[in-house]
């Protein structure tokens, strides 16, 4: 039975945080402005989303390999905005 909750509690944490980006990106999409956004702090998210998602691939955990391939997606898509918006 803990292993059922564990699943689904690591579902919803991996849902919410991967989703937690999107409306970042439509905001800056839409407005084509991202001054008040760091560099430096997407830099060392993306990096850390990319070591989680190699270590989920070590470890062949499906959705962590999931969860941390659409989050690095996202944050590589705000970064590259924060690039080219300034």
Same mark, same amino acid.
């Given at each position: &039975?803990?292993? @059922?909750?564990?699943?689904?509690?690591?579902?919803?944490?991996?849902? %919410?945080?991967? %989703?937690? /980006?999107?409306?970042?990106? /439509?905001?800056? +999409? !839409?407005? =084509?402005? #991202? !001054?008040?956004?760091? %560099?430096? &702090?997407?830099?060392? /998210?993306?990096? $850390?989303?990319?070591?989680?998602? #190699? @270590? $989920?691939? *070590?470890?062949?955990?499906?959705?962590?390999?999931?969860?941390? #391939?659409?989050?690095?997606? +996202?944050? +590589?898509?705000? %970064?590259? *905005? =924060?690039?080219?918006? $300034?």
């Amino acid at each position: &039975m803990f292993d @059922f909750w564990a699943n689904v509690v690591s579902a919803i944490a991996a849902t %919410l945080t991967t %989703l937690a /980006f999107v409306p970042q990106a /439509f905001h800056i +999409l !839409r407005h =084509k402005e #991202t !001054r008040a956004i760091s %560099l430096w &702090m997407y830099v060392t /998210f993306a990096t $850390g989303v990319a070591a989680w998602l #190699t @270590f $989920g691939i *070590m470890i062949w955990n499906w959705p962590m390999m999931i969860a941390n #391939t659409i989050t690095l997606s +996202l944050a +590589l898509a705000i %970064l590259a *905005m =924060k690039i080219r918006y $300034g």
